[in-house]
C-alpha cells in the first residue's frame, strides 16, 4: 500500500477516535451535570413540601443511579467505541463517498493491497497508473471535512453552560452546595439541620406538679393510663419561632386508628402547649413549624400508674392489753382508715401494683421520703431518705437526713411494699422535738395521722392522686360501771345489806374494783368486793355465779339512825402508760333508820298500790257493763236488720239506726280492749312494786316468814297469774270481738266469751284487793303501835330531862 494512503487512513483513523472520546467526554460532563441539578431540585422540592430531609436510602439510590447512568455513557460512549475496529476498506469507502473526485481509486488501492494475483502486463500498468494518480491527489487531501463537529460543539457547550452554572452556583452559595456535598457525598442524617431558621422540640408537662418530662433517645414517653397529656414544644436557641405549629397525631386505639392536627399558637414566645384529656391509647405526634418539621414521631407508650393494693399494719400492742394473740394478724384497711389502740408500736405496709423507685408520704405534721436511683451504670441504688418535721404550719420544717440504707429497709426486694415502722401516741408533738437520725424509728405518729401516699415507679410515672391512709388511735378510755341499787331506797335499817347490779367495762379489762363509803362528813374508806376483776373486759357485779348482784353489808359500818351514808363503786383499768384510768360510780346515797320507820314507809307505798289496783277495779267493772251493753247493741242490730223498711222515709230511718248501731259495737270493742291492755301493763307494775317491797324488807332485815309468805301467797302470785294468764286470755276474747265486728260478723258469741272472762279477771282482782285490805289492818296496827311507842319514848326523855333538871337546881 502506498505510504500516502497508510497516512491518510491513519489519520482518519486517530481523528475518529480523537472525535469520539471528546463526544463521549462531552456527554458524561453533560450528564453528571444533569445529574447535580436533578439531585439538587429533588431535596429541595422535598424540602419545599415536607420540611424534611431526603431519607439516606433515597439518597444513596439516587446517586447510585446516576453512578450507573454514567457508567453506561462511558462504556456506551466512549469505551466500546473506542475499542470498535476501524478497517481500512470502512474508511475508503467513507473518504470516497466524502471526496467523489478519487474515482474510487481509494477503494481500489485497499482492495488490492495483499492480492498475489497474476496480471497481466496492460492491467499492471493500468494500476500503477491508479495508484501514481491517487498518490498526487492524496498528497493534497485534507480529511478534517470528513467530520461534522457542529453537535459536539453544541454538546460541549451545553455541558460547559451547566459546568459554569455549577461552579457560579457555588460560589454564590456556598451553604446550598456543602448542603448538597453534605447529603449525596458525605450521606450526612440531618444535613438540614443547620441551614433552618426554625428548630423545634417537644416535652411533656407531667402532673402532678407541672414537672418537665424529656423524651427519651428513642423520642418514647411512658404516660399513666387516663390521665391528661399536655404537651409543651419549644423553639430551640439561636432559632426563630414559628408564627404557629401544626401538631399531627395519631391515635392507636384497640378498634383501629385516628389521625389528626391541631394548630398551636404560643401561649408565651417560642413556647406552645397543647392538652389531650383522659389519654388511654398509645399516641404518635409530629412537629412542624416554618421550615422545620419532625421525620421521626414522639411516641407516648400508655403503662400503669403505680397504685397501692393493700395496707396493712402489723401491730405490737401494749402488754397490758393481752392482745398477744391478735399480734400474729395483720389490721387490713377497711376503706380509707384504720383504727388500732393508741401507745400501740405498728409497722405499715402498703403494697403497691409495680415495682417503685421512691415514696413519699405527707402527714401533716411530718414527711418522710425514700426511695433509689439509677448510676451511670443503669443500676440502682438507694439513696439517702428523709423525715421533715413541723411543730406548726407556721413554723419552719425541720428536715433529718437518714442513711441509704433506710431506703433499703422500707423499700426491701422486688421494691413493691413499703415497710415503715411506727408509733401511735398521744406524746408524739413532743417526741418530735428530740427525734435525731439515731431515734427516728418506730417513728411516732398523732392520734389521728391522715397520710398521703405518693408512687414512683420504674417507667418515671407518679401516681396520679396520693393513696390516703388515715390511721386512728383509739385511746384507751376509762373503765365504764353500769351499776343500779336493787330492792333498796334511800332509807336503809343499820343492819342492811345493799345489793348493787351491774357489770364494769372496760376495752382491755378491768384491773382492779372496791367500794368507796363516807358516813356523814368523814373521810371516805376503802372496802373491798367479794370478788376482784383479773382483767376482764366484762366484770359483773355478782357475789356468786348464782346471785347476780354484789351486795354491801352496812352492819360492820355500826351506824347509828339518822346517819348518812354514800356508797361509791370505783374502777381501774390496767394502763401503765397514760393511767390507770380510774372512774368512780354515781353516788349511792341512804340515810339509816328504824325498822319500824321503814315499815311505815313501805305501808305508804302499800296504801298507793292498792288505790291504784281498785282504780284498775273499777275500769274493769266498766268494762263489764260496757260489754253487756255492746251485746245487747249486736242484738237489736240483729233485729233491724230482719226487718225490712216499707217507705223511704222508713229506709231512711233504718239506715241511720242501723249505722248508729254498728258505730257503737265498733267503738266498744277499741275502747274495752284499750282498757284492759291499759290496766294489764298497770297490773303488771303492781306486781314488780310488790317484788320490790318484798325484796326491800328482805335487804334491810325487817322480815318474817309469815310476812313473806304472805305477800308472796296473796298479792305476787295471784298478780303473776293475772298478769300472765288472765289478762292475755281476756285481751285474746275482746280482740276477737273486734275481728268478728270488722268481717261483719255476729260478734255476740266473742262477746259472751269476753264478759266470761272480764268476770273471772274481776273476781282474781278483787281477791287480791281483799289481801291487801286485810295487810292494809295488820299495817294500821303495828302503825298505831309504832306510834304509842314514839310517844312513850318522847315521853320518857322529857321525863328524864325534867328530873334532871331538878337535880341540878
Known sequence: MPADLTRVLGELRARIRRYVLWEGLAWGVLFLALLFWGLYATDAVHFALRKLELPLGVRRGLVLAGVVGFAWIFLSRIVLRLLRPLESRSLALLLERRFPALSERLITAVEMEGQSLERSAATNAMLQQTLADLSLQLGQLDVAPVFDFQPLRRGSLVA??????????????????????????????????????????????????????????????????????????????????????????????????????????????GIYRHTIKNVADEQWFWLRGGDFATAEPYRVVIVEPPQIERVELQCDYPEYMGQESLEDRPVELSGTQIAIPAETRFELRATASKPLMSVDIRAGAWEFGCGYERDAKGQLQPVAARLTLRESPTAEPRTIALEPRVSMECLPGDRRTLRLPAWITDSAT?????????????????????????????????????????????????PVIEARRRGVRNAITRTASVPLAGLIRDDFGVLEAYFETKV??????????????????????????????ERFAVLPLELKEGQKLSLVLVAADGDHINGPHVVRSESFDFQIVSPEELLGRLYDQEVNLRARLEQIVEETVRVRADLDDQYKRAGDRTALQAAEPTEKIAHETWEAQYRQLEVAISAGAERNLHLIRKNHAECRSIEAAFRDIREEMVNNRVDSATLLERIDDGIVAPLNRINELTYTTVDQQIGLYRLREEQKQDPRPAITDSMTGVDGLLEQLKSVLSEMRERESINDLKKRLQEMIDRYEKLNEATELKNFEELGQ
Open 160 to 269: 460547559g453552560v451547566l459546568v459554569a452554572s455549577i461552579v457560579g452556583f457555588g460560589v454564590v452559595n456556598v451553604q446550598a452546595m456543602s448542603r448538597w456535598f453534605a447529603a449525596y457525598v458525605e450521606g450526612e442524617a440531618d444535613y438540614w439541620e443547620r441551614f433552618r431558621q426554625n428548630a423545634l422540640s417537644a416535652r411533656v408537662v407531667a402532673q402532678p406538679g407541672d414537672r418537665i418530662r424529656e423524651f427519651d433517645n428513642a423520642r418514647s414517653y411512658k404516660h399513666p393510663r387516663g390521665g391528661d397529656l399536655t404537651l409543651q414544644v419549644e423553639s430551640r436557641a439561636n432559632s426563630v419561632a414559628p408564627d404557629q405549629v401544626v401538631l399531627s397525631w395519631r391515635s392507636l386505639t384497640q378498634t383501629g386508628r385516628t389521625r389528626g392536627s391541631v394548630n398551636l399558637v404560643p401561649s408565651e414566645p
Open 430 to 478: 413532743e417526741r418530735h422535738k428530740t427525734l435525731d437520725s439515731q431515734s427516728v424509728f418506730p417513728l411516732p405518729v398523732p392520734m389521728r395521722s391522715e397520710m398521703q401516699l405518693t408512687l414512683l415507679d420504674e417507667d418515671d410515672v407518679i401516681s396520679q392522686e396520693p393513696a390516703s391512709v388515715t390511721i386512728v388511735g383509739t385511746p384507751d378510755e376509762p
Open 520 to 549: 356523814d362528813a368523814l373521810e371516805s374508806v376503802r372496802t373491798s368486793l367479794s370478788s376482784q376483776p383479773r382483767g376482764q373486759r366484762e366484770f359483773p357485779l355478782a357475789a356468786t355465779p348464782q346471785e347476780l348482784v
